[in-house]
């Protein structure tokens, strides 16, 4: 399937790849298709694409990559409405909040996306505990790296 996407222009994608939100998500409640894109493997940043418009990408980022200690304490029914039964079967992202300066982009640890990696469906989830909004998380990055 071909896609115009906001950031790597036409692209094709596998159909098997779409990720489905039956709920969209916040803020983006009419938008149910999308597809993570990443310009290189080893790059942790990637980019959720929606596939009904070509201007709606959100950044984002698996976030064990920066923060393995992150547990969030998911809702058995919100995990059992994704069909997930098991901590294989689905992957967490963060929204990334980029700001001119690098240094104060900040993630949503507050609300992960989960997305089923076996039926590809997907929801951002609100947590229950004192996870941050607006967690600057560039320090993290720069630790690995030193």
Known sequence: MNLDTKYFGKIEIDEKNIINFDKGLPGFTDYKQFVILQEAEQNIFMWLQ?????????????VFCILPEYNPDFDDLELKNLEIFSEEEFSVYVVINV?????????????????????????????????????????????ENS
């Open 50 to 62: 929606s596939i009904d418009d070509t201007n709606l990408a959100l950044a984002i980022l698996d």
């Open 99 to 143: 700001s001119q300066n690098i240094e104060e982009s900040t993630i949503n640890l507050k609300a992960p996306i989960v997305i089923n990696k076996n039926n590809k469906k997907g929801e951002q989830l609100i947590l229950n505990n004192n996870y941050e909004i607006k967690y600057k998380f560039i320090k993290h990055i720069k630790n």
